[in-house]
């Protein structure tokens, strides 16, 4: 704390109350002084509040530093604002309303409270009477707050707790200026933290508990140790109640060099224990009833179901040909070699078609595409189901691939558009479910139904399912892609702990900096989220519009992407193990259809079908191992002073990594030496366990690295995805001719292996390279592409 400011002077109401004991006025020490700059945009004002004709200005705090005697920091870009009221009076007249956080060299945090008011002095006119977003000085207004502060108990800061503090303010170059003094009657004397006594608030060592006495009624007194009551006697307590509840052990303070790049957040308090949130809306909603983020859940569901069945029917249609190998071969004549190729060409269609459909759909809306490649899966179901010839196969596997090829990325945009950032694991992790329903259980039906040789039924039944969904889409389905009017403001139900701030702005803290699924706020009485009645519904029609057109260039889109993949190493992760995932699994799909419909298995569809039995269950069980990798991050997150960094999760991968490449050979060996089916199954539920695992890690990185650019970030991981696809499936049957099965799954099993680990060298660089790309990451979320 600094020296004196001043010299106390007697008050003036020891002359009104001569008979009282003399009083002095307050002492100053000055604290710091706060630099806050104003965010140029994200800002607006509702007008007549309450019927009030009072406005509600809210105007948003980008960034700033503090520089003080005892402390010096900066504040959380884009965590505060100022929630002001404008007065309507001859004079402007604001109420103020700031809150913000304060994060200090040293690695605390500081929640701040400001309340006060602005308002011309005596004499004074401004020449813009409803902005307050130019100089003022000293000299001109009367801007002053009373500020409170919340700093942990165990911070070098806990003194600020307890101090009486006021802010003189002025505003200069778009920032507001607030010198921070402390009120005391002991000008020059250090601070005393504020704290529960010893005795009051221990730690228990033998039970790691944490003792409160908390004072009581007397209808809830409890019998209490003798050291106990003389206590309470001490402390004048009238009864006490002894709470002991779990405390976990405190996180060491981070160093002053520790950095939190895009993905590093924090995820326990310095008290030790694991942040408990309020959930923030991110991305923040408008106060457009139109806005998709607005909809009711009801109403969300009706256009999120539609997609979930799309998404089962296609990974249904995409796996039917692998159990009919063994019929079309009996009744065409066609050879393996060749059913192989044609599923070669289904992943050719999917690998244009990300090309070709998914930048269409970024610019011209979600709804269109939707209801193109609905069509075009109806019309291949039904060419199926017709088919008498090998063009005719390998045309409709090629075109059906084309139309199954948005279903990855259209889908984790439409998610985008309708779910919140704290909601869309839930939703991913329902589409993750369609998946492996329609690649895994889908085929045991349609090995039941085709056991007598009718496969047609069963193109004759997806066709229904499509024909069905087509429908829906024509009349139901609304356009999700939202571009927001002038007068819809950006408003949220709980926002950002705030200073003074004012439009939308796209990109928070939470998706270029602190990075999470939910934002940590300290508890603010934010105002709650309000639709604007004055903006109409749109029609039935318009909600059906079949185009919602924006200015991204077709071929800037996909520029982006490539440029995305190749300058973010986070993402070729991502894409190399999702595609080497996806491309083991298709193999595996191609050896049961070739391998197991000869001696000596000599499997029907059936027996081909129930194969994916194994990958199902494998792959259900690598699901659940996100859950012990959701629980071991808490505990890499203490060791990291309470911070959360997306590469934490890849040190759980060694043990799905191993399995996912030993349980491939043990099926490839099994099945080679022709052991019982159920060998190579267990095989197969081995790999799909480490399938699992792996994956939903590798999905994980990106989205928690760089969350506001995951949709162009997907368009190069689905390419690679099925580029990989590709080479596997042409070059299966004549490696399997050249090889053998054994040594053709040994080499697949090592290379698995090799790439699986890939997720070594990002433990090691990961952050650092997060680091490096951090100014490219907020270029491109912000706009400015490449």
Partial sequence: MSQPSQITQPSPGNQLYPDMPAMRAPGLEFVYRLVAKMHPTNGYDIENIQGTGITRSIAGIESGTVKGPGIEGTLVENSGADWAEQVHSKKIYYKLDARYTIKTNDGHHIFVQARGLFRPGPGIEFSQPDSIDVDYTQDEV????????????TSPYNWMNGIVAIGALQSFGGAAVIDCWRLTNFLGQQVEDVYVGQDCCRILPSYSTLALTVPASPAFRTTIPAARRELNDKTNCISNIILVFSMSRKVAPAPPDFTTPPGTVRLIGEDGI????????????????????????????MNFIPILAVTVIIFTQTSLPLIFWVLWNQEFGWSYGQLNNANALNYVGTTVGCILFIPPAVKYGRRSMYLLTTAIIFAMAIWSARMKTLTELYISQLIFGLASATNESIVEMTIADLYFVHQRGSANGLYMVMVMIGSFLSPVIAGYMAANGNWRLCYWITTAVDGALLLYFCFFFEESKYIPHLEAQQLSSEVPTPIAVTKKDNISETQTGEMSTCVTLEPSNAPLHRINSDIPLLTWRQRMRLVTKTDESLLGIVRTAVVILFRFPAVMYTALTYAFCLCWISAQASIISIVFTQPPYNFGTVGVGNMSLGVFIGCILGSAYGAISDRAILWFTRKNYGYYEPEM???LNHFPAVCMSGGFVMFGITAAKGMHWIYPSIGSAIFGFGLGGLSDVALCVTIDSYQAITGEAFIGVAFMRNAFSIAISFSLVPWLDAQGLQNMTIVMGLWALAMAFLHVPMMIWGKRIREKTETSYKRMATGTRV
Avoid: C
């Fill in 649 to 651: 999760r890849l040190q």
């Fill in 142 to 153: 009367e801007y002053f707050t009373h500020i409170t502060f919340e700093a942990a108990g």
């Fill in 274 to 301: 694991a942040e408990t949130p309020q959930l923030v809306k991110q991305p923040m909603p408008t106060d457009d009833p139109n806005d998709p983020l607005n909809w009711s859940r009801a109403r969300k569901s």
